[in-house]
């Protein structure tokens, strides 16, 4: 069994606004320092799969399919064995 | 000419859409249940607004999914009218039907208002009793509209003519101020490449009779008829 | 906390759960014998105050609850009112206060769902939902962090659902620092052939608990609402639900479908005090009992007591009595919307709500005992102190304005006068393509779909007159209702009511509640508005300061016919401008002592005369009926100058005004005396509407005429009228329109 935490954030390229909001916000408690932020969805998804390579190409595949949008996010994982 | 409102758990307008196709044009329209795998018979798909899955994941993710939207693919493919209006456009997104995709309004608030739009491409069979250019109010409800495409695919769009509406003010003038979520190009609807299958976030339905103050709206309903017809003949 | 297996009862834990020494004995006298852990609970929620009504109940009563359109008054799950053709309204208003106060996003979106749920229950479709919000001042950064959290969360829920949210009313006000109000009112359309009521009748039918798994979350939310808010409150977060507006979406269709199917017997919402209220209450009402195999609930995590499986407080979930043999057919019908139904028990002739765990009884107790033998207490009330300080005002010490400009201006970008767009505009207001007026007019106005018929909403109260006046500002609260609807056309039909005040055990409290129901009582008496529910809610205070008493009226009016519908805005130039009702000297409670002069809260509210309150109505309705008028605004916050100015800001049009100074000037044009409405009429029909209204012996000053793109208003020397006017108003409409339209959002940027 392996679990894989899942990220997606918008792609570099495209705006965020919600993490423009927030860094707005940190700048004005007085974090000055903060340079970007940027607001994603974290997933922790259970896999039960066979091996290592079997479970990582499932998670890029349902990344590509439903979690992320290709158009405009971005996904990265961590998979640890369970 | 038969209407079909697909209805995914958490449409919220398939019953206003439903309304407006009756009150307007008097035409046949049934309800489509998602779990359904064929479109057979209809002439006119709409992908109604609401919340789709409650919009949990991202708006129309989940309900790209459903078996029915298979059949909607494929009608679509066959030249098949098919509008998706609201959360039924960012379905269409999701399902590759449109390019493009829907981020958060820039404003991070949901925004229900009236809107004004340019019609910038009167020649689809969804515009085509409106004149080029012509200014029309219709309202917006969403909290996910703001359009975005990269440079190389909004190129595209301009140069096929496929952006349909744009926000602008009153007057006509394309402008930020006009641009109610943030919108690339201020892009209120697109449709494809062949034009039978149109992507929009203001609602017509919501304007389409004369007692809610403004039937700016109905004259897509009857663009859409008056197109069927003509096919027919 | 919770003890296992057969540990006899801590003492004194009665008490941590809200039930005093004397509870706890009428809970052993019933029983005739200690209650274990599980039935102590069942009894402490259902005797809380918000579920009992104890301290309420004797006040309650004197409300008038019967009128011949009312078909369902206090006592269900909402009340309903005939709109004639077989069609009937049914509506609700509650309080979600003290959920909001700590969590404001999910505490306000679980509060739309609860109402919503109190709608559709009764087998009614929601067709729109009203807010009535009341803050701290905009400057306090916490105020805008709950004021925003609020708007968010009603809109996240009540957009998602599909239910419009097309009015209500938000105010501003250092009493409500701590303890926002979030009063949420929902209306919902039926035919009378499928009203649903929440009864638990005929021995033998399944008892099916339908929609979203039992979790943990908002474990004592109903004893939660009974306490004031301290440092501690913070703590208590677990009593805060969070919502799931997809869940309720599939849950509302499904339970119309099956409310449709006729296989229902009785349904109710799982609200407050979640199984428990719900089971018990149904029983109750039909005089049977319940049995329920706990083990049967489903649930979201493991290892769930029988104490909290009822208690909890999780959301989207129905209990629901069916027909004996029709179980299957209603699984069927939400599985459909991919709902979970499951038969957990079954309806019993014993009078007993039993509880078991399998084979094993986890608890026992006479449904009715939960209920109708819940205590009453009559609690001692005295006039507060406080009174008579605040209500003295020496106006003759009261400067009036030089620049009356600047105070028509600093009126209109008031938090409180100023326009509500910031806030309306994130809920969606137009999905069920009903509203035919949409938010930011005196009242909202939603077409019946096929038939020529409108429905009119409003929601009032003026807690700072109820401060300075609880008799006078109920009476208000009900009368300036009821001129809202009159303003849109409307006959004013019903009443429902949301009754927020402080801590009850305090004499002075309870006074300002029996004065304010007395008032409004004695207002609906008069115009004819049967109350039919409603909700109260108590121990809004916090460290010894209580919020304004704010018993919020919800009203629903009925348009025959809705060419004859109308609107605040000036139409056409050269109609020409009348107002009914009279202007007198009062400044009392005026927003305009707040604004201009930082009088907080001080004098007497403004009088409130019924007769000619009743006779300004009928004849304006009736002027409405035939035509007359293009235009009725009701004179309120702000006066006469503020309603002209609102007029002609939402028309795009300005207007020239001479009104004679027989009284001051600042009372004349910021006086908010009641029973005053502004209209238009077409030059034409002047003189029509000037006969009826003489006919109909209501007051009434011709004011001048619509035209020009400024609002100008002119005073006459009472003495020699024919001389030359006073100009103290000259402002162009568009200037007046931005700071009106901006005033919030910039407090909120």
Known sequence: MYQAKIYITLRQSVLDPQGSAVTRSLHAMGYENIKDVRVGRYLVVEVDAAGREAAEEQVHDMCKKLLANPVIEDYTFELVEV | MKFGVVVFPGSNCDADCFNAVKAVLDQPVEYIWHKSNSVEGFDCIILPGGFSYGDYLRAGAIARFSPVMEAVIEFAHRGGLVIGICNGFQVLLEAGL????????????????????????????????????????????????????????????????????????????????????????????????????????????????????????????????AAWQRRVK | MEPRNNEGLKPGIWREMGLTDAEFEKVKNILGREPNYVELGIFAVMWSEHCSYKTSRPVLKFFPTRGEHILQGPGENAGIVDIGDGQAVVFKIESHNHPSAIEPYQGAATGVGGILRDVFTMGARPIALLDSLRFGSLQNP????????????????????????????????????????????????????????????GIGNPVMVVGARTGRDGIHGATFASEELSEESAEKRPAVQVGDPFMEKLLLEACLEVIKSGYVVGIQDMGAAGLTSSSCEMASRAGTGIEMDLSLVPRREEGMTPYELMLSESQERMLVVVKKGTAEKVKEIFARWDLEAVVVGRVTGDGMLRLTEGEQVVAEIPAQALTDEAPVYERPYSEPEYLSAVQELPVAK???????????????????????????????????????????????????????????????????????????????????????????????????????????????????????????????????????????????????TAVYPTPTVGMVGLIEDLDYRCTQDFKDEGDIIIMVGETRMELGGSEYLRVAHGLEAKGRPPKMDLELEKKVQQAVLESIKRGLVKSAHDCSEGGLAVALAESCISGGIGAEIYSVENIRGD???????????????????????????????????????????????????????????????????????????????????
């Not at chain 3, 001129?483 to 004499?507: D, H, I, M, S, Y």
Request: glycine fraction near 10%.
């Open chain 3, 398 to 544: 009261i400067p009036q304005p030089v620049d009356y400009e600047r105070v028509l201006m600093d009126l209109l970008s008031s938090p409180n006068i100023a326009s509500k767009e910031w806030v309306y505009r994130q809920y969606d207001h137009m999905v069920g393509t009903n509203t035919v007026v949409r938010p930011g007019s005196d009242a909202a106005v939603l077409r019946v779909k096929g038939t020529k018929k409108g429905i009119a909403l409003t929601t009032d109260c003026n807690g700072r007159y109820c401060y300075l006046d609880p008799y006078t500002g109920g009476m208000i609260a009900v009368a300036e209702a009821a001129r809202n609807l009159v303003c849109a056309g409307a006959k004013p039909l019903a009443v429902t009511n949301c009754l927020n005040f402080g801590n009850p055990e305090k004499p002075a409290v309870m006074w300002q509640f029996r004065r304010a129901v007395e008032g409004m009582s004695e207002a609906c008496r008069s115009l004819n508005t049967p109350v039919t529910g409603g909700n109260v809610s108590f121990y809004n205070e916090t460290r010894e």
């Open chain 2, 98 to 225: 449109l390019p493009g995709a829907m981020r958060r309004n820039d404003s991070l608030q949901f925004i229900c208002d009236d809107t004004y739009l340019k019609v910038e491409n009167a020649d689809t069979a969804f515009t085509a009793l409106w004149q080029p250019g012509q200014v029309i109010k219709i309202p917006v409800a969403h909290g996910d509209g703001n359009y975005y495409c990269d440079e190389n695919t909004l190129k595209e769009l301009q140069q096929n003519n496929q952006v349909v509406f744009r926000y602008c003010s009153p007057a006509g003038e394309v402008t930020a101020q006009a641009n109610p979520n943030g919108s690339i190009d201020n892009i209120a609807g697109v449709c494809n490449k062949q034009g039978n299958v149109l992507g929009m976030m203001p609602h017509p339905e919501r304007c389409a009779e004369k007692i809610l103050g403004n039937d700016d709206g109905a004259m897509l309903f009857k663009s859409i008829l």
């Open chain 3, 142 to 201: 916490r105020t805008r962090y709950l004021f925003g959290g609020v708007v968010s969360g009603i809109s996240g829920y009540g957009n998602c659902v599909g239910v419009p949210t097309v009015g209500g009313e938000v105010y501003f006000a250092p009493s409500y620092e701590e303890n926002p109000l979030v009063n949420v009112m929902c209306v919902g359309l039926i035919d009378h052939k499928d009203i649903k009521k929440g009864t638990a009748s």
């Open chain 3, 667 to 749: 009372a004349l044009l910021f006086g908010e005396s009641q029973s005053r409405i502004i209209i238009t009429t077409a030059e034409n029909n002047v003189a029509e509407l000037i006969r009826y209204l003489t006919v109909m012996e209501v007051p009434f000053t011709r004011l001048g005429t619509v035209g020009g793109r400024e609002l100008k208003i002119n005073l006459l020397d009472p003495g020699c009228a024919a001389g030359r006017p006073r100009a103290v108003i000259n402002l162009p409409v568009s200037e007046m329109e931005k700071r009106w339209r901006g005033a919030i959002e910039c407090l909120m940027k």
